[in-house]
């Protein structure tokens, strides 16, 4: 998953695909690169790193180009190497074209483009589109890439320049997100509106298989084989521009922002006096919300623990059976979608390949799909047939922090509407509210602690392996806390069920992998106590997470943090932020690139 800018108009070009690519960084980082025609030759600068350093390079250039496409990068074929980097060219270097996605047939491609006295220079699958493309070009730009477009298989979004048509961009997109911005006099192309944002709102979305020229003063979009009339969408004005402020790292600003977030998830969206939930966006029937009798949730990652989370509140709260599925392997089952099923699709970017592909199939089934989504005008709210709003703000750092507990926010209330609507009194409705609403001051309260944890972090800094252990809702909150943990300090963290210890990982146990417990659900407290007895017993060292003052348990463990008392449902969200600050501090202590760690990328576009 990697992002593509291209920029044309009277502007600087390089200035501005540069900018461009900076607010695209989160979608990959491994290298980085530009191009552009500047007298009729393609002129390019590629570098291994970050943008940073494409930039320090082409500084030391002078282009003069009208037109200009970038792209930064996350490696799916061919390491991260300055060959491999993009862009990519033909022989004659007549092209240079970017590229974010999967051709799925590349072997083939590049099999039959041998054949024909081809040679390639680069081990990726995106050489063989400029190779292509070049092979059936005669003059014709639009018609060699139709021809093109018609060969290749898999997820694409690609960005183009051709020495002969120096003042325009031409852009590919086929199940891959790529957005045409139209400013005044000047266009702009994005993997992500939100990076061309800052210039103008009015959008063109390209969907499957579709081509755009695109010039300072005209964009038009065709097929494979016609022209299309595409309609222009205004962009929703969301966010200024993102800055980290005080704060060394967007996740550590993510992590301090969660008690406005977690007001944002909640603002206008209860009736104390009902003790239910509402939501303006939701124009479900209130009897199609009763016809629901089963909830099916796709996710992946991050999200899918809160999925998790929100099988278990359905199911406690709600009375609805619910069965929560990771997207990528959901999607290779040839599920039944009974009728009264409601699909809940859960992602932050909205732009997760699998999960966008296993709410295709689901809906290829007749189901209905709400999304849970953090980002206005994304591929899953396009084709959901509603969604509910985060409202948690642009997510910059790569480990997902404050879209986790907005998540749990707005399923709880989803949970409380369809609860309310069932079996559950107007009283427990108000418990249940009264809860939430006491939620951004208990975060406040675990961020107050943040040196003590810090501190926690520095005991704890130098393990290689750890177990996080939790039972009921704390089971995918140790997910969570893992996740986090292996992201942020790369160390081998994992969660387990804690009843699930004795039936294996127990051997793992010892001096060398402490386990964090997650002592916050109240009714399997004692059972999680006798497991830590376990892991005592075999000499393990323990850090303890817990809400209630324990002197028994203070006997046990080697370190415990406190959180405020909450329902068992909404514990996760206090334990996750203590988990949130655990992992941050001993990934600063170790040095580590927290808001682009190696090897991932904030939305997963490819499979
Ligand atoms: C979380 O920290 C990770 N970045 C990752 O697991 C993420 O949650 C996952 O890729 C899902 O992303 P989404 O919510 O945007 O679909």
Redesign the pocket.
């Known amino acids: 998953m990697c992002g593509i800018f291209g920029y044309v108009g009277a502007r600087n070009a390089i200035d501005i695909v540069i900018e461009g690519l900076r607010r695209l960084e989160y979608r990959g980082y491994d290298s980085a690169g530009l191009a552009g025609v500047q007298e009729n030759q393609i002129v390019f600068s590629k570098e291994v790193g970050k943008i940073s350093v494409l930039e320090r390079e082409v500084r030391k250039q002078t282009f003069q180009v009208p037109a200009a496409i970038a792209q930064t990068r996350w490696a799916t074929h061919g390491k991260a190497t300055q060959v491999n980097a993009h862009p990519h060219f033909d022989k004659e270097r007549s092209l240079a074209l970017v590229h974010n996605g999967i051709i799925e047939n590349h072997d083939d491609l590049r099999r039959g483009l041998k054949d024909q006295g081809v040679s390639f220079v680069s081990e990726t699958d995106t050489e063989v589109v400029a190779h292509l493309i070049a092979y059936h070009y005669d003059g014709d730009l639009l018609g060699a890439i139709q021809q093109a477009v018609a060969q290749l298989k898999g997820a694409y979004a690609v960005a183009l320049v051709h020495r002969d048509f120096p003042d325009q961009i031409i852009a590919i997109a086929h199940e891959a997100p790529l957005v045409i911005g139209i400013g005044n006099h000047e266009a702009f192309l994005s993997s992500d509106p939100r990076a061309f944002a800052f210039y103008t709102r009015q959008a063109i979305y390209l969907s499957n298989s579709e081509i755009a020229i695109i010039k300072a003063e005209t964009q038009h979009v065709y097929s494979t084989h016609a022209s299309i009339d595409k309609e222009y969408c205004l962009l929703e004005q969301e966010f200024g521009e993102p800055s980290k402020g005080e704060f060394e790292h967007y996740t550590l600003k993510e992590i301090y922002e969660q008690p406005q977030t977690i007001r944002n998830a909640l603002a206008s969206r209860f009736v104390v006096e009902y003790g239910t939930a509402i939501f303006e966006e939701l124009t479900f029937e209130d009897r199609d919300l009763l016809s629901v009798e089963r909830v099916l949730i796709l996710?992946?990652?991050?999200?899918?623990h809160a999925g998790c989370i929100a099988a278990y509140m359905l199911g406690e709260l709600a009375h609805i059976s619910a069965q929560v599925e990771i997207s990528s392997e959901f999607r290779y089952k040839n599920p039944l979608i009974p009728p009264g099923t409601l699909v809940i699709a859960?992602?932050?970017?909205?732009?997760?390949a699998d999960?966008i592909a296993a709410i295709r199939e689901v809906k290829a089934k007749g189901a209905r799909v709400l999304g849970v989504c953090?980002v206005q005008g994304s591929t899953l709210v396009r084709e959901a047939d509603e969604t509910l709003f985060l409202k948690a703000g642009p997510e910059i750092g790569?480990?997902?922090?404050k879209?986790?507990t907005s998540q749990v926010v707005v399923l709880s209330l989803f949970t409380l509407l369809m609860a309310r609507m069932r079996h559950m009194n107007k009283t427990e409705g108000q418990e249940i509210l009264e809860e939430l609403l006491h939620l951004p001051e208990q975060v406040q309260t675990v961020l107050d602690q943040a040196s003590y944890i810090a501190e926690i972090a520095r005991k704890y800094v130098d393990y290689e392996s750890f177990f996080f252990l939790g039972r009921r809702y704390m089971y995918p909150t140790c997910l969570e806390g893992a996740?986090?943990l292996k992201?942020m300090s790369y160390i081998n963290a994992n969660g387990y069920a804690a009843g699930e210890v004795k039936h294996g990982p127990l051997a793992l146990i010892g001096e060398q992998c402490p386990v964090v417990a997650l002592c916050a659900d109240r009714i399997t407290y004692g059972k999680l106590l006798g497991n830590l007895m376990e892991i005592k017993a075999r000499h393990g060292k323990i850090l303890a997470i817990a809400s209630q003052k324990d002197r028994h348990l203070e006997e046990i463990v080697d370190d415990v943090i406190y959180v405020p008392v909450s329902r068992d449902e909404l514990a996760v969200i206090p334990v996750t932020v203590v988990t949130q600050l655990l992992a941050y501090n001993i990934a600063q202590l170790r040095g580590m690139d927290i808001d682009h760690p190696r090897h991932?990328a904030?939305?997963?576009t490819v499979e």
């Open positions: 996710a992946c990652g991050t999200s899918w859960i992602s932050q970017s909205g732009e997760t999960t953090n790569v480990c997902s922090t879209a986790f996740l986090k992201e991932l904030k939305s997963v």
